[in-house]
C-alpha cells in the first residue's frame, strides 16, 4: 500500500508515462497472480491491475558523473 509504480502492460500503452500508487490489494485472479488497485497520482483515475502489468518506480538517485 502506499507504493509507486508505473503501468508496464501494452493496454496502458498510452499511459505508461504516469506515475500510479498502489492504494489496495486484491484477491489472486485464476492463474494465482496477485492483483492490486492502482490510482494515477496525477488524474485520480483507478484501476485494477494484474503484478505483472506494473512494475515499482525507482526512487534511488541515478548516479551521474560530474
Known sequence: MGQLVHAAATH?????SGT???????PENS?????YR??????GAQRAVGESEIRA???KPSAQSH
Not at 500510479?20 to 486484491?26: A, G, H, K, Q, S
Not at 492502482?38 to 488524474?43: A, F, H, M, Q
Open 38 to 43: 492502482i490510482r494515477d497520482t496525477v488524474s
Open 57 to 59: 518506480v525507482d526512487t
Open 31 to 35: 492463474s494465482g497472480e496477485l492483483g
Open 12 to 16: 496502458f500503452a498510452d499511459r505508461t
Open 20 to 26: 500510479y500508487e498502489v492504494i489496495r490489494l486484491m
